[in-house]
């Protein structure tokens, strides 16, 4: 059981090049996340799922594309990266109860480096 | 909009030292709480969560959180740390009327001496 599996892990990009970052998790999970951590700013949400076929903004979702085709996959789409993107971005999974009562589970982490 | 605010952004302390993290939230309905920690090079784990009933919670590791509805507030406590407390903590928070979305706080660091 891998959990929640993030690939790449790390990734150097050139201004302007487009890549996308894959989640993949084994949980049966309903929601999944997409996450950014950039020192003394935590983490903020980008875009989330809360089922297949279905994609919502989150804080900072500007510059990104998600999509999630297959209820195991939640992907991540920089069409034109920017310096400002470098981050290191987190995916989550999270299994749906009445009222939001489960934790998420996190994946290692891309580190993703524009220049 | 909900929001998360931690207040303290880099905590230094010594071993035995008692600990105690501040978590605001900003939203009038009814919330989920949580907190994680991010040990260096890891990534989030659940360290404790709060749905319902008895406002005091406990977690792993000796961690315990108190919620305060009059207050907005989720703080996180640990009678006496340890160097291996040495982490990143987060407050999270998911509205319930908001279906999955699920917002973090800034984030405090915590540095523990030995």
């Known amino acids: 059981n891998a959990g929640v599996t993030q690939t790449p892990k790390f990734r150097v990009l050139k201004t302007g090049q487009s890549m996308t970052l894959l989640c993949a998790q084994d949980?049966?999970?309903?929601?999944m996340y997409w996450y950014r951590q950039d020192p003394g700013m935590g983490l903020r949400l980008i875009h989330y799922?809360?089922?297949?076929?279905?994609?919502a903004k989150g804080e900072v979702p500007d510059g990104y594309n998600v999509s999630r085709l297959k209820k195991q996959n939640f992907l991540l789409g920089l069409e034109s990266a920017a310096p400002s993107q470098t981050s290191v971005y987190f995916c989550?999974?999270?299994?749906?109860?009445?009222?939001?009562?489960?934790?998420?589970?996190f994946g290692q982490g891309t580190r993703l480096t524009v220049v | 909009a909900q929001s998360v605010s931690q207040h303290n952004h880099h905590v230094i302390l010594s071993e035995a030292a008692s600990l105690e993290l501040g978590c605001n939230y900003s939203?009038?309905?009814?919330?989920?709480l949580f907190w994680y920690v991010q040990y260096p090079g890891q990534h989030l784990q659940l360290l404790l969560k709060?749905?319902?009933?008895?406002?005091l919670v406990k977690g792993i590791k000796g961690f315990e959180a108190e919620f305060i509805k009059s207050k907005f507030s989720f703080n996180l406590r640990k009678p006496s740390v340890q160097w291996s407390d040495t982490a990143e903590y987060f407050c999270?928070?998911?509205?319930?009327?908001?279906?999955?979305?699920?917002?973090f706080g800034q984030g405090t660091e915590l540095s523990v001496k030995p």
């Open positions: 989550a999974s999270r299994p749906p109860t009445s009222g939001g009562r489960t934790e998420a589970f």
């Open positions: 949980m049966n999970h309903e929601y």
């Open positions: 799922s809360v089922g297949e076929g279905t994609t």
């Open positions: 939203y009038g309905g009814t919330v989920n």
């Open positions: 709060y749905f319902s009933g008895d406002p």
């Open positions: 999270a928070v998911n509205a319930r009327n908001q279906g999955g979305k699920l917002i």
